[in-house]
């Protein structure tokens, strides 16, 4: 027969624990067989007598009840959050991977909010900045066609036909007519080819993106950086000096090791 059966698991191997450690274990053992079944969620009793039978029911349900009451007073699990530093329940957390921090969803809703309207891709983990292998980034001209076109910037709308996996950045103050001359305006690519000539450049050793290291502020100052190259597409680090992948753990390894880049990170 079975005499007490409930869907909480946690409370029944409870009240088996209860009734094995009291007096009840003494007087069941004599009489009676209490089973706790774990698939079932029940604890089964095996008497024949009728007032072994009720004496077990009156046992179990004052130690059900007793385990309910301690197991609502159980305060829940708090865990940290490592952006706003406060505690969340286990359900309000987020495990941000491969690197397993955890942050709160809040936290996570406004990262990710962040990283959409200033177009920022991939979005990295705010607590260690952890990413994939550049080698894993694709390699094909359409992939790194999509990346670039997400990394465009505000105003990037996705082309209304179905089925076409096009975008562009639309302007509603430009007449068809207008857009045509932009687009089909000859020279650009020589241009293009003179600005670089007079500027020095490298390509990413992944993508094959052109990057600059020197730019001009708003009041025509040139302004370098350190050595450490961020390609604007693929996201991978590469070496000004060389121009040579830098691994993504720890970019600054790459000047800490023999060579002719060793210790020139700002030079």
Request: net charge positive.
């Given at each position: ?105 809040d ?20 607590v ?27 105003g ?6 179905k ?66 190259m ?11 000096l ?26």
């Amino acid at each position: 027969m079975v005499l007490q059966a409930t869907p909480n698991l946690e409370q029944l191997t409870g009240v088996a624990l209860v009734l094995a450690s009291g007096y009840a274990l003494y007087v069941v053992q004599r009489y009676a067989t209490i089973t706790l079944q774990p698939q079932a969620h029940e604890l089964a009793v095996n008497t024949s007598e009728d007032s072994m039978l009720a004496y077990c029911s009156r046992s179990i349900k004052a130690a059900y009840t007793w385990v309910a009451a301690c197991i609502q007073r159980q305060p829940p699990v708090m865990v940290d959050c490592s952006i706003c530093l406060c505690q969340h329940s286990e359900a309000a957390m987020y495990t941000i991977k491969p690197c397993s921090h955890r942050i709160c969803k809040d936290s996570a809703r406004t990262i990710i909010t962040a990283a959409i309207q200033s177009c920022t891709f991939p979005i990295l983990c705010p607590v260690c900045a952890a990413e994939s292998a550049p080698g894993s980034t694709p390699s094909c001209p359409e992939c790194i066609a999509k990346q670039a076109a997400v990394n465009a910037g505000r105003g990037l709308q996705a082309c209304p036909i179905k089925d076409c996996p096009g975008a562009g950045v639309m302007d509603a103050d430009v007449s068809c007519r207008a857009q045509t001359a932009l687009t089909s305006s000859e020279g650009a690519e020589q241009l293009f080819c003179e600005y670089l000539k007079q500027r020095r450049h490298i390509n990413c050793p992944q993508c094959g993106i052109k990057i600059q290291k020197t730019r001009k502020n708003e009041d025509g100052l040139i302004i370098e950086g350190c050595n450490h190259m961020r390609c604007p597409v693929c996201r991978s680090h590469v070496c000004w000096l060389c121009g040579e992948l830098m691994p993504a753990h720890d970019p600054y390894s790459h000047y800490k090791q023999k060579g002719k880049c060793k210790g020139r990170a700002y030079s």
